[in-house]
């Protein structure tokens, strides 16, 4: 199974951006998906979650009403809408693959190489 994330890049605060990830090697709907984030110097963090069906969500509080995450079986890819970005909000992101939907790395079985997210103040 591979995961491969794309669409980060430099945004001013208050800007948006859409991260993807294109999962293959196995079959998307039945993968629970996450992303995740790590920042210099800090430990990689939680940011959202989806159910292989899609209807359930999950989100960090520290993004929940700027960030959505969304899937689409038919492509194999999950995205996450970043909304009202903020300088604190610089990091590598991460998609992740695995079991039901978790707020736990070790839940995920599978990880794409990280996309860079700048936010400029």
């Known amino acids: 199974v591979q995961l491969q994330a794309f669409g980060g890049g430099l945004v001013q605060t208050g800007g948006s951006l859409r991260l993807s990830c294109v999962v293959s090697?196995?079959?998307?709907?039945?993968?629970?998906l996450g992303w995740f984030r790590q920042a210099p110097g800090k430990e990689r963090e939680f940011l959202a979650a989806?159910?292989?069906?899609?209807?359930?969500?999950l989100y960090a509080s520290s993004v929940k009403g700027r960030f959505t995450i969304s899937r689409d079986n038919a492509k194999s890819t999950v995205y996450l809408q970043m909304n009202s970005l903020r300088p604190e909000d610089t990091a590598l992101y991460y998609c992740?693959?695995?079991?039901?939907?978790?707020?736990?790395?070790?839940?995920?079985?599978?990880w794409g190489q990280g996309t860079q997210v700048t936010v400029s103040s």
């Open positions: 992740a693959a695995g079991g039901p939907m978790s707020i736990i790395e070790t839940a995920y079985d599978y």
């Open positions: 090697g196995h079959i998307f709907s039945t993968y629970g």
């Open positions: 989806i159910s292989r069906s899609g209807e359930n969500t």
